[in-house]
């Protein structure tokens, strides 16, 4: 009866343990790339991108400059069917400069575009908590 | 006593006669015939009789004068920015072959980590028109996909 007690509660216990991980919530904010009206739009958080199970999901923005007279930033995306999203500033405001230096692992990045020119028109940074 | 009066009468009559001298009201007697004419230009100009004023002349002296505080103002704008350096003959080589590489490097439609590493090798000898045209041409061939991108992460 011990024995039997026993087993039915390791089982129960594994098949627990598989129901919750199977229906493990997805990971919040995937990169999403969506175009229209002459607009590109990107979308999404750095660990939704790193953790994602396709392995082909990116996002993120990085800031040049020739130490002399001028600076850029560009931001870029793919989404986990491989479209991707491109763009560049190369007259970034100093809020644009400062936010893109606090990103970090909880950001979440949204920026949009212009198809024709290729150039930046939004970027937006947001960090917290439930971004992870 | 007399040896002291006669100096101090003498001198007294001496700095008398200094002071009337001088005295504006002696030192030249008053021009009657001084216009305004005179006054506005100084006594230099043709001569203005009060009923016939020579137009004339007073058109060319009024240019004249506008000229010259047109000059005067024209002195005082601040000197626009000089002009960017000039490149070198070796720097505008270096550019065309810039130039050249990227637009080889966009036209080939494939973006890796080799045209990454050397579109930015190229991309700091460009001047900064070149630059902005050469990344926007990167920016609209990813995003037309003309360019496929087999990097992961940033194209630059």
């Known amino acids: ?132 | 006593m007399t040896r002291i009066l006669v100096p101090c009468i003498l001198s007294l009559t001496v700095g008398v006669a200094a002071g009337w001298k001088l005295h504006p009201a002696a030192a030249a007697p008053i021009d009657s015939k001084l216009t305004p004419e005179h006054v506005l230009f100084g006594g230099h100009s043709t001569p203005v009789n009060s009923g016939n004023i020579d137009m004339s002349a007073m058109r060319a002296m009024i240019h004249e004068e506008l000229r010259s505080a047109l000059a005067d103002s024209s002195r005082d704008v601040p000197s626009p920015k000089p002009a960017p350096k000039q490149a070198t003959p070796e720097q505008l080589a270096q550019q065309r072959n810039a130039v050249e590489t990227i637009d080889g490097l966009v036209a080939g439609g494939v973006w890796g980590e080799e045209q990454r590493r050397t579109f930015r090798e190229k991309l700091v000898a460009l001047d900064p028109e070149q630059r902005e045209h050469a990344l926007q041409q990167l920016t609209t061939g990813i995003n037309s996909g003309t360019i496929r991108v087999t990097v992961d992460g940033s194209p630059l």
């Open chain 1, 1 to 132: 009866m011990n024995k039997l007690a026993i087993v039915t509660a390791l089982i129960t216990s594994l098949t627990a343990t598989v129901g919750a991980y199977a229906g493990a919530p997805p990971l919040r904010n995937p990169v999403n790339i969506f175009t229209a009206n002459g607009s590109s739009l990107a979308s999404g958080t750095f660990d939704a991108a790193r953790h994602s199970s396709d392995s082909v999901q990116y996002i993120g923005c990085s800031m040049a400059t020739d130490t002399v007279s001028s600076e850029y930033v560009s931001c870029f995306a793919r989404n986990s069917s491989g479209a991707t999203a491109y763009c560049y500033s190369s007259s970034p405001t100093l809020a644009t400069i400062e936010a893109l230096a606090g990103v970090n692992r909880t950001s979440y990045i949204f920026f949009k575009l212009n198809t024709t020119t290729g150039k930046c028109t939004e970027i937006t940074i947001n960090d917290q908590s439930t971004n992870l």
